[in-house]
């Protein structure tokens, strides 16, 4: 209740984006979900599934709110549905935190700068997983050969050979992962 509260959501909204997160599928094609006397809305129109990598295998998550109103425009422009600017989520606790690498270049993609999808360090289940996730900037070194990387261990092995940089520019975004390899809301 407390976590609700200081994301900024509405019992109400939180209920609505549940209901529609449980009628989603391990494909990424927004269904109907009834709204309660409201209009009908999909999971899309909502906030659209993004596939992204946990330990080799591929899960879905969505983008609700950012603590940078750059990054938020980014991931509003690239979803469709607006992205929530929330600055003190900037502010939250290390142990509120799980992590997400984010590739700023190195092979084409649906990622938010157009390369590779993002790197997840916890699914849910885990005791490390948190749907507030603090950004890791993932950047290909000149000279090294850019491959897709699907796990932390993967991205951590480029760093330590050297392969890659990794940069955390101290931005904030709630990503809760709706299904992952094994399980799903």
């Given at each position: ?82 992205v ?22 190195g ?10 999808p ?68």
């Open positions: 209740m407390k976590l609700i509260t200081f994301l900024g959501m509405s019992l109400t909204v939180f209920a609505h984006v549940l209901a529609a997160c449980a009628q989603a599928t391990a494909t990424p094609s927004p269904t109907a979900a009834p709204m309660g006397g409201m209009e009908e809305a999909t999971s899309g129109d909502l906030a659209p599934l993004v596939t992204g990598y946990y330990d080799g295998g591929e899960v879905l998550f969505i983008h609700t709110e950012a603590s940078d109103p750059d990054v938020a425009d980014m991931l509003t422009g690239m979803m469709g549905p607006q929530v600017l929330v600055p003190q989520l900037a502010e939250a606790l290390e142990t509120l935190l799980a992590e997400v690498y984010v590739f700023t270049n092979v084409p993609g649906m990622g938010p700068f157009g390369f590779q993002d790197v997840f360090d916890a699914i849910p289940g885990e005791e490390a997983y948190r749907p507030l996730r603090a950004v890791n900037l993932v950047t290909w070194q000149e000279g090294a050969t850019p491959r897709k990387l699907r796990s932390l261990e993967e991205v951590l092995a480029a760093e330590a050979a050297g392969e890659v940089s990794i940069a955390r520019p101290g931005v904030v975004v709630n990503m809760p992962i709706l299904s992952w390899p094994g399980g799903h809301r």
